[in-house]
């Protein structure tokens, strides 16, 4: 009997309540996406630095001719000089950091750039002649680049250290801006879900002061009294956290995978078995939400 008497007061709330109930779950829903997204976001960049991180090289350019660096006053790198970077690189001072060891002559500089820049006027005008000897140097931990530029930066021969993940840190940078948006944004939502919330709750106990105070004259428990209000809140906002893990699963089921992972294939992106993963995070922010705002309105609303 009680079950259904809640159950039918669950009921009643919702009918009396349509147009703020739909509010609660649209807005939940916008939040919760942000929320998901935000999630998403940073799992990518992770995948990214996981993956990029551990490929990208240190390359160490040398002295080429006519070059105004100081260190290349002497003119083109010599062979000596090319010793002594090849012996440092080997040396025991920097076996903890470096992991391989690559050197790439002039011809293969300019069959790589001509790799690259394919019909350019500037591959039609460079000769193997004009290219510049380098090392590219694989680490043990790529964040441990200074290390390695501290001891190569300066010496003779050496024009110019250049870590490539400095490359990478401006799509980087993007990535945590646009999630540091996201959050904000979710942010925003999450406020309004939560007054939203109380507003909708407010308004059922308001309509239905007659029944509660009749419930408290039968002796009739705050729980018993309050858990219609608290249930109407819950399924409004699990209503919309269901609607933001299906739309985050759409998308990324057909815009990241469907799309972005077939024209990208060198990019590991996220999928819908991350989504699956952050969802129960998004369940349970929205069962976070409905309880703030049944703390906040409940105790106030349904006092006789």
Known sequence: MRLRFVLSQLASGLRRNVSMTISVVLVTFISLVFVGAAALLQMQIGNMKDDWYDRVEVSVFMCPQDSAVPTCATGEVSDDQLADIEGLLASEALAPYVDEVFFETKEEAYAAFQEQMPDTVWTQSLTPEQMQVSFRIKLVDPEQYQVVADELTGRPGVE???????????????????????????????????????????????????????????????????????????????????????????AARYLVEGWLATEFQWVQFVDTGDVLLIAPLLVAAAILLAGISSLVSLSRYTRV
């Open 160 to 250: 110019d250290v250049v870590d490539q993940r400095a490359l990478l840190e401006p799509l980087f940078l993007i990535l945590d801006r646009a999630t540091l948006l996201a959050v904000a944004l979710a942010g925003v939502m999450i406020v309004t879900a939560v007054l939203l919330i109380t507003t909708t709750i407010r308004l059922s106990a308001m309509s239905r002061r007659r029944e509660t105070s009749i419930m408290r004259l039968v002796g009739a428990s705050n729980l018993f009294i309050q858990l219609p209000f608290m249930l109407e809140g819950a399924l409004a906002a699990l209503a919309g956290a269901a609607l933001a893990v299906g739309g985050l699963w759409l």
